[in-house]
């Protein structure tokens, strides 16, 4: 065996700033130096201009330091750059037989997908090595010598293990994670795929991506929520030309994108996703201890204790993380003064895992080894297991306490099942590489068709509309085409009697939720009664033209572009025809999506309350003019009412002084005055009265209407 004491690399990469932190005018925190990272503390500006006070850096030494913030920067890192530091020394490590590691470490949006993976035509690591590796392999010279790579795609949410290649293993609970004497730590029934070009593995990662992505969306998560695990076992078997003899070296690579690292309070999370964040916070939290354990154990202490077994990340990664195996860590890390705290906890996190010495070793002739010790223990547990058959079923004994018997029913039951996982594995070992191939290949239809039968397109079809989703993780977004059938489109859940095309599980998805129509070159979408739909921005319950680049909201967590080839193809004609320049196409991505959602919905809101306010003010009015009314119908009465007096008391005043001439009596006439006098003044006081009612009822309506007027 070839052994070789190595430290665990360690790369710190920063990105530029996004849309967010350019909105809310950040400082640039981070410096490259060399392979130092500095850090300053945002107090640490004197001023506006960027001035710096030294006492306010900090400086981290890595094996490298690469800025990816600028690119007008002569020091500017490329994906090509990183690649050919880092992901060669993978490929090479792998080539000479070595276990080796990648590692992507970071807060939620610092660009660790960015780097692993990449986006369009920016290229990641992953698929660089590869795709590398197959050329390498095509163009080896090394005669007699036969390669064999197999890969595995799986996720690790919320300490659940799915295999991304076989959705329908472990839907429940996940795949067990179990742990053998000779293999160490690995997931059972874990889909292994054998591949012979990249171009299969590029699929496979593509439809591991969509499996992720629809699971995801289901379960109205992110891919920043999970960890994601990209194997590659590679194998070469050589055959001596002098003596016939085989020999076989064996290498585990593995590439990790792990979940993002940041604390609670600055995620704004509650409910069921504080308590996802806490599972993943656990999950890194014990990744971090592993690593510090490690550190101190590589710097000479004695006796540390290393919990591998607190989380399933550290449990299935034990031997890249402190064992056989040539690591590499990327911490990827934000620019921006707001993060600095997350940022700071990275470039700690980065400096622990640099101290950690692993010990590599070449895997050469591992699997003849091992299935010879696996054929030796199974005949072991099988000879165990038949020594005495009737331990399960006799009863027990007077010499022998009940106690007794239920613990050998319990040993028994454990050298059952470590028979049957010695068994599972020696089967995978003991496959030919043509049945392996078969069994890709089986498999790979069965994806395609399960994709098809919830509306997924798998290959390219440039003619027919579609519909592709957008997620706020740009690794998620576009990874889902949906095609348009020919004349009726419908869109719901998988649970109704009617088959949906295209078939989404999620937050307010009704089992019949909308059908989308082609009729004479038009698109229209119907939504069914009570079904959540919204095309750019506005909540729609009856059905509606669909243009190119319309947005498509449905339920709670289904965002979509909508895509008409032949509507783009026409404005393109159109604009040539007229010979004008097209306007380059806006990004319309997820955040443009969710953006104008809340526009719209913002100014619908505004323009109901301002209508509102409206009709409470011509209320107001009415109101008023009513009271006016009123005070008019009520001076109109009394002014009646004081005439009809008048004219009464003229009446009796004419007849007491007809009286008074055909009698001539001092005293009526003196009674007469008296009484005229008093109902005068009685007529008086009531008018007086009646007057201030009204002024009063006037004024207070008054008031009320200048208090709604300021409000």
Known sequence: ?????????????????????????????????????????????????????PNNIKTFSYDYSY???????????????????LGKQVLANAWEGFNTSLF???????????????????????PRVCEELFIKIDNSPEPNTTYKVEVSFMEIYNEIVKDLLDMRKGQKGGLKVRNHPKTGPYVEDLTKAAVTTYDQVSGIMDEGSKARTVAATHMNAQSSRSHAVFSILFTQTKVDDLTGLTTEKVSKVHLVDLAGSERADSTGATGDRLKEGASINQSLS???????????????????????????????LRESLGGNSKTIMIAAVSPADINFDETLSTLRYAERAKRIKNQAIVNEDPNAKLIRELRDEILSLRQQLGMDPTTTTRAVSSQETYEIQIQKEKEVDELKQKLSQSEKLIAELNKSWEEKIQETQKLTVEREEAFKGMGIAIRVDATKPFFVNLNEDPLMSECLVYYLDSNLTRIGSPETEVTQHIQLKG?????????????????????????????????????????????????HNFVFRFNNPEEAAQQKAKAAELQTEQEPPKLI??????????????????????????????????KL???????????????????????????????????????????????????????????????????????????????????????
């Open 67 to 85: 800025t990816s913030f600028d690119k007008s920067d002569p020091n500017y890192a490329t994906q090509e750059i990183v690649y050919n530091d």
């Open 104 to 126: 992507a470490y970071g807060q939620t949006g610092s660009g660790k997908s960015y780097s692993m993976l990449g986006y369009g035509s920016e290229v990641g690591i992953i």
């Open 507 to 555: 937050l307010n998805i009704l089992p019949e939720h909308c059908i989308v129509e082609i009729k004479d070159g038009i698109i229209t979408l119907s939504p069914f009664p009570e079904a959540v739909c919204f095309v750019n921005g506005y909540r729609v319950e009856e059905s509606v033209v669909l243009n190119h680049g319309a947005r498509v909201i449905l339920g």
């Open 589 to 622: 991505d997820w955040n443009f999506a969710l953006k104008e959602l809340a526009s719209v919905q913002t100014k619908i809101n505004f323009d109901e309350t301002t209508e509102s306010e409206k009709q409470k003010e011509e209320e107001l009015k009415e």
């Open 625 to 711: 003019n009513e009271l006016n009314e009123q005070i008019e119908k009520q001076r109109q009465e009394a002014v009646s009412q004081m005439e009809l007096q008048r004219q009464e008391y003229e009446s009796k005043l004419k007849e007491l002084e007809k009286q008074m001439e055909e009698k001539d009596v001092s005293s009526i006439r003196e009674q007469v005055e008296r009484d005229y006098e008093a109902q005068q003044r009685d007529f008086n006081k009531r008018r007086k009265s009646l007057q201030e009612v009204l002024q009063k009822q006037k004024l207070s309506f008054l008031l009320a209407t200048e208090t709604h007027d300021r409000e």
């Open 286 to 316: 014990a990744l971090g201890k592993v690593i510090s354990a490690l550190a101190e154990a590589s710097g000479g202490k004695k006796g540390v204790f290393v919990p591998y077994r607190d989380s399933v990340l550290t449990w299935l």
């Open 1 to 53: 065996e070839k052994k070789k004491m190595s430290s665990v690399k360690v790369a710190v990469r920063v990105r530029p700033f996004n849309s967010r932190e350019i909105e809310r005018r950040c400082k640039n925190i981070i410096r490259m130096q060399g392979s130092s990272t500095l850090i300053i503390t945002p107090s640490g500006y004197k001023d506006d201009i960027g001035e710096v006070d």
